[in-house]
């Protein structure tokens, strides 16, 4: 079946470079795709979203890149820091369904 | 502004026994939506409550179950609890129903142990 799915399930980055979190989907009536952090023992946190009419959106220091013709999703953070470290998920919204990923753990080393 | 609320925090139960989890929704959100997540997955949707109804479903078998109030708070049911079924069980609200107009924002979760 369709499934969201991530390439990397850890990412270890150094405090203060760039990281890019990436993300495949195969759903192609998925219209709508968000990025979530998950810190340890909390819930899902939005981080920034953006529909399949955008193939880029900023916000404060994060960027969501969408390919649409690969289906392809990625998340980039800059100058990453020790409070980024926590597990990012990306989700795809289509006909009203939403789909996680399993997630990648970014780990940022001081 | 109080965000997303849920309790218990933790829960453990037996085989065979049924939980009920409650969710208060983030202040003007109208919808509840329930997850399921193992534990290193991602959450897995079970249902969808508006307007008091169940709206959309994913594929959880008829043990779970749900419930919506007029004050847009919502409970989850697990009946006959399997060990399967320990997990982390995430609210998530949302304005309206329709989950690709607007951002759900989640609960912290209640983690639920079945031994």
């Known amino acids: 079946g369709e499934s969201v799915g991530l390439h990397l399930p850890t990412l270890s980055v150094q405090e203060g470079d760039n990281s890019i979190i990436n993300c495949a989907y195969s759903n192609s009536a998925s219209d709508y795709f968000i990025w979530y952090k998950q810190e340890s023992g909390k819930g899902p946190q939005f981080i920034i979203d953006?529909?399949?009419?955008?193939d880029k959106r900023q916000g404060q220091r994060v960027t969501v890149l969408l390919n649409k013709t690969v289906k392809h999703l990625s998340l980039q953070i800059a100058a990453t820091q020790p409070g980024d470290s926590a597990v990012y998920f990306c989700?795809?919204?289509?006909?009203?369904?939403?789909?996680f990923g399993a997630g990648t753990r970014l780990t940022v080393k001081p | 502004d109080a965000g997303v609320t849920q309790s218990p925090t933790h829960l453990i139960k037996t085989r065979g026994q049924q939980v009920t989890l409650r969710c208060s929704p983030k202040s003007g959100h109208d919808t509840v939506s329930w997850y399921q997540q193992a534990l290193g997955q991602g959450p897995q949707f079970i249902f969808q409550?508006?307007?008091?109804?169940?709206?959309q479903r994913g594929n959880f078998p008829d043990r779970f179950s749900g419930h919506q109030f007029p004050n847009y708070s919502s409970e989850l049911n697990v009946n006959a609890l399997l060990l399967g079924d320990s997990a982390l069980y995430l609210c998530?609200?949302?304005?309206?129903?329709?989950?690709?107009?607007?951002?759900?924002?989640f609960g912290p979760g209640t983690r639920l142990t079945v031994l």
């Open positions: 409550y508006y307007e008091e109804e169940e709206r």
């Open positions: 953006i529909r399949s009419n955008m």
């Open positions: 989700a795809e919204i289509g006909n009203n369904d939403m789909r």
């Open positions: 998530a609200s949302s304005l309206g129903f329709s989950s690709s107009t607007d951002t759900q924002y």
